[in-house]
């Protein structure tokens, strides 16, 4: 849980700070070709490139996902979605979608494995939730 608030804290700093432009989910198609940010080492940035399969939009914000298919050299160069790449923000068209939450474990292609972004609308409308949440 502390892990999801800091990650929402840090989206939140992050497009404040930026003004940042989002891409709702009604607009994420598959076939769409975006990039995501991560780093793999150090403190150098690293882009790899994802395409989107599917879009998952559930009833409740909490089951909404982009399946990605994720590729390029910072995949390569970790050996598949490492889980130190949740969180990293993930842009179509210029656009933020979301973020990397997961790997799919049940996708088991290491050169181009399927990941699931959580859209930045869902986490935008679960801030004001966990806020009002006690942190231990």
Do not use: C, H
Not at 56 to 62: I, Y
Not at 85 to 105: D, I, T
């Amino acid at each position: 849980m502390m892990r999801k608030l800091i990650l929402l804290a840090m989206v939140f700093l992050a497009v404040s700070a930026w003004a940042v432009e989002f891409i709702p989910l009604r607009e994420i198609r598959p076939g769409m070709v975006g990039y995501g940010l991560t780093v793999v080492r150090g403190t150098e940035i690293s882009r790899f490139e994802v395409e989107v399969v599917d879009v998952l939009d559930e009833p409740g914000e909490r089951n909404d996902f982009i399946v990605v298919r994720v590729f390029g050299e910072a995949v390569t160069r970790s050996g598949g979605i490492a889980q130190g790449m949740s969180g990293s923000p993930v842009y179509f068209e210029g656009k933020l979608a979301g973020a990397l939450s997961r790997a799919a474990a049940w996708a088991l292609d290491r050169e181009r494995p399927l990941g699931l972004v959580t859209p930045i609308e869902t986490m935008l409308k679960l801030l004001p939730e966990l806020e009002e949440e006690e942190i231990p």
